[in-house]
Every structure is written in C-alpha cells, then in structure tokens.
C-alpha cells in the first residue's frame, strides 16, 4: 500500500513521467500503468476528488492469485496423513475410538519424521478428505485457583494389546486445578480397592495432600443420592478423607464442566500416550511406557501460562497439607476351602495348603494380590485374576497330597500352571514322581526360589548331561555346592583324558 501512495503522489502530485518514476522506485512499469489508470479510472465516477483520492491510497492494493497449489503439502505429506487416518478408522472399528490421533497429533507425527507443514493446512487438508466442515467450537469462562487448593480424579477406559491380546483398563487420572500438573494409574477394574489405591499413590508421589477433592457422581465416591442434590459419599472415600485429612467436592449431575480439568486430561492422556502407541508385552511395561509420557506432558509449556505444569507445582508443593504413611487399602473376607484346596473369590479359584480343606481363612484382596491367612498365618499368596472361572494353582500347596498319590502328578492342573516343573518333569521324571516330589519338598523347605532351582538344573546338564538325579540336584542345592562341582569336574577331566588317550593309542596303531 506505501509503494501506491507513492507512485499516485509522484505522477498526480509531482507530475513525474512513469518512466522516471519507475527508475526511483525500482518498479515494473507494467505496475505503475496499472496504479494510475485505476485511479484515473476512479476519478471519472460520481465521488469528489477530494474522496477518491484519499480512499484510492488507504485501501491495500488486490491481487489476481488465481488458483494456486499448495507448496507445502506434497504428495510425500499427503500419503502420511492418509495412512494415519487409516489408522484411525482401525481404532474405530477395533472399539479403540477414545484413543485415535487428532488433528494437532498428526502435526506432531509430521514434524518429528521432519516434514514442515503448518496447523491450518493440515486441519483443511483432513476437512476435505473428511467431507467436513468447520463447526463453531464452545465457548468457556476462564477459572482462578488458589495453589494447592484442589485436585479433580476422574476415570478413563483404553484399550490395549497386551501379548496379542486386546483388553480393557481403567485410567485414574489426577489433575491440579492450578498448575494442571497431572498424573496417572493404570488399573484392571474400576473398583473401590483401585480407587483407594490410586489415591494412595497419588498422595505418595507428590508428598503432600491436597486440601480439596473433587469427583463425579462415580460409584466408588457416591453410595447413594439423598434428595435432589445431596450425595452420601461411599466407606471408602470417608476412610480416605479420615486418614489424609482433605474435604470432597462433588460435581452435579451431568456437569463434567466442572471439572474440566481432569475431564480434559483423560482424554488429552490417552491420547497423548495410547494413540500413538497401545501393543505392550505385559501391563508393567505399559505402566513405565505411560509413566514417561507423564513426565513428558508436565515439562512441556502451557499455552495460557507460558509456564510447565512441573514449575507451577513447585510453588504449590508447599502449600500442600503434610502427607502421612499410606493408607492400606485391602477388603477382607472369609472363606472356606473345599475339597481342591481352592478358596474361590469373584468365580476364581486360588489354591491354599492342601492341610486346610474345610477350614475357614481369612483373605485379603488388593487391586492385584490375593492374601489368604489362617490364625495369623499366611497360608497363600497369588496374583489376582480379573477373568472368569480361572484356576490359580501353586504346586507346592499339594506335596503333602501328592506323596501319598504320586500317579495324580502327571495330569494335574497344579503341574500345568507351572510351565518349567512341567518340563523338567517330563524331561527326567517320568518313570519316578516320587523323587520329583522330594525335589520340590525341598525346594519348599529351604526356600529354593524356582529361578535358582532352573539356574541349578542348567549347571548340572553342563557338567553331567546323563543321569539327571534328585540326590545330584540336592546336593548342588545345598550347603556344599562346591565340592559337589569340583567332584564333577575331577570326573569329567579324567573321562576326558582317557578318551584323549585312546585317540592316541588308535593313531599308533594305524
């Protein structure tokens, strides 16, 4: 727009030839003919020339872009994203819709395989291959918070592929409402021993209590509505709140926006996480996979603070109420073993001693173990299983039955559930259970873990591949391993050089 002003003030004005105007300016004259014949042009209407000029020379010269193509999205860009959106419509019909890439995750995958392109390109370019259009997006009123003043938990579901299988979990998800610093649990129910354990965990991590929680009307917070707007908080939340000392808020019903802290991060976590990743070997490596991007998201920098939620919970850190020693979070319960030594909890079945069949024991049940006690004994202790009708055995519960009924060893379920014992059974004990049973009697009694009994087995094939024998295994077992290795080995040299001396007697001879 300058450069226009100045070629009307120099021709109208200074009655300058296009030529020399031209040679000033370092302008085509193609642009200058162009200029002054649309203000020529102007003049011969009905405005006052006064008007045309001053309108002619405020208003930004207009361009004839035509359609152009766009230089940043290349064929290279456009393949990627649509193998992306791909993707995506797996996740859709694998069930995974909560977990697919948004259009800001996509820009992120494009700039970290290097390819530079801008938001908005990307936006249009899914909107036309989409067939969508822009929506008018909601409008929200900005909070203040106090530091260290409330916290808001909320529950996610995802779906992950652990060792080929898809299953369900449960996200626990905590978000400060000042610093939006976040954290979160992966847990296999969404129950009242997850939920307290999350809290503890939560509290732990940060070392401190916040003075206010707040929640949905979930099952595990609310036991039940007492008139239109009052809610009775369940046994569990009222031990929480007795042992850590904080207050609760409860939302109203349907009004996730007031807690849109949380309710954000949910979906922003396993998005985030799970969206670009979701095949893991076991759930533990989950855990650590999404604890790092945890780590991630609180160093990164906030849009409306210019600060990371990592900085701004420092300053909130010491306003948090002191943390005590954590909760123990179990349920108890009793139960009766019957004729398999089995307890049975939630349709599952756990194995005990096989002395205690008909008795009563006490059973403690965490979010992942099962403790069984009897008289302040524990007598059983097992991962605990979330699926239906599963057997959860321990071979070492059934010695004392299995001396007196050796031929029952061989297609017993408790052999089964331990795929090694079952294989070195197979491999050395077929003809004589009874010395397998004696091997495990005792590994039981001197606490021989099944790792050392394998590492043990592996050391005895190297220095005697034949007769694989309790009495062998024992003695490596046990107090004098040395002596038993250095024996072997006295053997094995002798056998090796008499053979040695056969080879050479042969050689003369020939």
Avoid at 416 to 443: A, G, M, N, V, W
Wanted: hydrophobic share 35%; net charge positive.
């Amino acid at each position: 727009m300058y450069t226009k002003q100045e070629i009307i003030i120099r021709s109208h004005r200074e009655g300058k030839s296009q030529r020399r105007i031209s040679h000033e300016l370092q302008i085509s004259r193609k642009t200058i003919r162009k200029y002054i014949e649309d203000y020529e042009n102007l003049q011969k209407g009905s405005m006052k020339p006064e008007t045309v000029l001053s309108t002619y020379l405020s208003s930004p010269p207009v361009y004839n872009v035509g359609i152009r193509s766009k230089v940043r999205l290349t064929k290279e860009i456009q393949s990627v994203i649509d193998i992306l959106l791909e993707e995506n419509d797996k996740k859709v019909q694998q069930g995974m819709r909560k977990q697919i890439l948004k259009k800001i995750d996509i820009l992120q995958l494009l700039h970290e395989q290097g390819l530079e392109i801008g938001y908005t390109t990307v936006c249009n370019y899914i909107c036309e291959k989409r067939g969508k259009s822009v929506v008018s997006k909601e409008t929200f009123i900005r909070q203040q918070y106090q530091p260290g003043s409330s916290c808001e938990f909320d529950w996610g579901e995802i779906k992950l592929n652990i060792g080929g299988q898809v299953s369900r979990f449960q996200l626990a998800v905590f978000t400060s409402s000042y610093s939006n610093y976040r954290y979160a649990v992966i847990f296999k129910r969404q129950d009242t021993l997850a939920f307290m354990e999350s809290h503890v965990s939560f509290f732990e991590h940060i070392g401190g209590v916040y003075h206010q929680m707040v929640y949905d009307n979930m099952r595990v917070a609310v036991a039940k509505f007492i008139g239109k707007h009052e809610k009775e908080p369940t046994q569990a939340l009222l031990q929480m709140k007795g042992h850590y000392q904080f207050s609760h808020r409860f939302c109203n019903v349907y009004s996730g926006n007031e807690k849109g802290h949380v309710e954000r991060s949910v979906e922003y976590i396993r998005r985030k996480a799970f969206g670009f990743k979701s095949d893991f070997a076991n759930i533990e490596e989950a855990g650590k996979y999404l604890e790092s991007i945890i780590i991630r998201i609180n160093q990164a920098k906030q849009q409306l603070t210019g600060r990371t939620a990592m900085e701004m919970f420092a300053d909130e850190k010491k306003l948090l109420w002191q943390y005590k020693e954590p909760l123990a979070c179990s349920d108890t319960v009793q139960l009766r073993v019957d004729k398999y030594a089995t307890i049975s909890y939630c349709t599952n079945r756990y194995s005990v001693s096989d002395k205690l069949v008909g008795c009563f024991v006490d059973v403690k049940v965490f979010s992942d173990t099962l403790e069984a006690y009897n008289q302040n004994k524990l007598v059983g202790s097992h991962q605990r299983d979330y699926g239906k009708h599963q057997w959860i055995i321990s071979i070492e519960h059934y010695l004392d039955t299995l001396r007196q009924k050796p031929g029952a060893l061989y297609g017993s379920v408790a052999l089964t559930c331990s795929p090694y014992l079952k294989k070195l059974y197979l491999q050395y004990y077929t003809e004589t259970p009874r010395d397998f049973i004696d091997l495990l009697h005792y590994c039981r009694q001197n606490k021989i873990s099944a790792e050392n009994l394998e590492t043990t087995v592996s050391r005895l094939v190297e220095l005697c591949t034949k007769g694989i024998t309790t009495e062998k295994l024992m003695a490596l077992l046990g107090n004098k391993p040395r002596e038993v290795v250095k024996q072997m080995a006295v053997i094995n040299q002798t056998v090796y050089m008499a053979q040695e001396q056969l080879k050479q007697i042969t050689a003369l001879m020939n």
